[in-house]
T-cell receptor, first 114, second 114 residues
């Protein structure tokens, strides 16, 4: 049973560029959440997708956008990259948005901005 | 969501029980307590969660005080592989809406010593 998979594992971009990160949820899960984790900090919630719609959003600018596909996989897009966007980007999946069942995380994409 | 307070770091001898405390004095009746851990360079790993009863699974035990204002995660026989940052999170369950996000603090760095 595959867990949450993310690609790529590492990525290097320069300021001003755009990036797309991908996530495949754990089998049986239909909800995907994205988190940003800066070095030495806990993960911060970016947004959550369910039924191909953004359901919740954290305190992140519009440069951060996402998409969920019919097969429940998801993409995170970041435009006009800033040095401060360098971080580990984590995807988590779960079943349903109104469930107390836990979210399961992938190992993330390490994004470095030069 | 209620705020949690955890010690910054703790040590534990290999083979002994590791007891990780968490204070959540403002927790409300609808909030669950979740524990995750993050080993270096990996995504957070779900450990256990509970509402008001003590819980046990193959990884750990969760003890929640009767007033629910604090909890303790117990790893019964710590090994070197349990060295990680442990996060205690309280999550509001509003069954009328989508409130599935997790709010992470900075966690407790548990160092298991040989």
């Amino acid at each position: 049973d595959a867990g949450v998979t993310q690609s790529p594992t590492h990525l290097i971009k320069t300021r001003g560029q755009q990036v797309t990160l991908r996530c495949s949820p754990k089998s049986g899960h239909d909800t995907v959440s994205w988190y940003q984790q800066a070095l030495g900090q806990g993960p911060q919630f970016i947004f959550q997708y369910y039924e191909e719609e953004e359901r919740q959003r954290g305190n992140f600018p519009d440069r951060f956008s996402g998409h969920q596909f019919p097969n429940y996989s998801s993409e995170l897009n970041v435009n006009a990259l800033l040095l401060g966007d360098s971080a580990l980007y984590l995807c988590a999946s779960s079943f349903g948005v109104q469930s107390n069942q836990p979210q399961h995380f992938g190992d993330g994409t390490r994004l470095s901005i030069l | 969501d209620a705020k949690t307070t955890q010690p910054t770091s703790m040590d534990c001898a290999e083979g002994r029980a590791a007891n990780l405390p968490c204070n959540h004095s403002t927790i409300s009746g609808n909030e669950y307590v979740y524990w995750y851990r993050q080993i270096h360079s990996q995504g957070p790993q779900y450990i256990i969660h509970g509402l008001k009863n003590n819980e046990t699974n193959e990884m750990a035990s969760l003890i929640i005080t009767e007033d629910r204002k604090s909890s303790t995660l117990i790893l019964p026989h710590a090994t070197l592989r349990d060295t990680a940052v442990y996060y205690c999170i309280v999550r509001f369950m509003n069954y009328g809406g989508a409130t599935n996000k997790l709010i992470f603090g900075t966690g407790t760095l548990l160092a298991v010593q040989p």
